[in-house]
């Protein structure tokens, strides 16, 4: 991820839930539910749905591994709307 950066992802094999633990979020303390990732195929139409419905997104944003966004729930537990890599 780059120099002083750390991402582990951890899943039973063939299962469909993982866990990625980094190293370079502050936002992201040990202990904390930030990054909760959820993949989608319909990145786009997800987003258009949830913003009408009135829930505060990001914008999408394009990264060397994908596209997302990015909310918070009332709770305050911060969550990745990722697009499903392309096949």
Known sequence: ????????????SGGQTSITLVTWFDTMPPG??????????????DHAELTRKGLALTPIESAPWGRYCTFDDPD???????????A
């Open 76 to 86: 305050g537990n911060g969550w990745v709307l990722q697009g499903a890599p392309a």
């Open 32 to 45: 904390s539910l930030k990054g909760i990732v959820v993949t989608t195929s319909t990145l786009d139409a």
């Open 1 to 12: 991820m780059g120099p002083g950066q750390r991402w582990l992802q951890l899943g039973p």
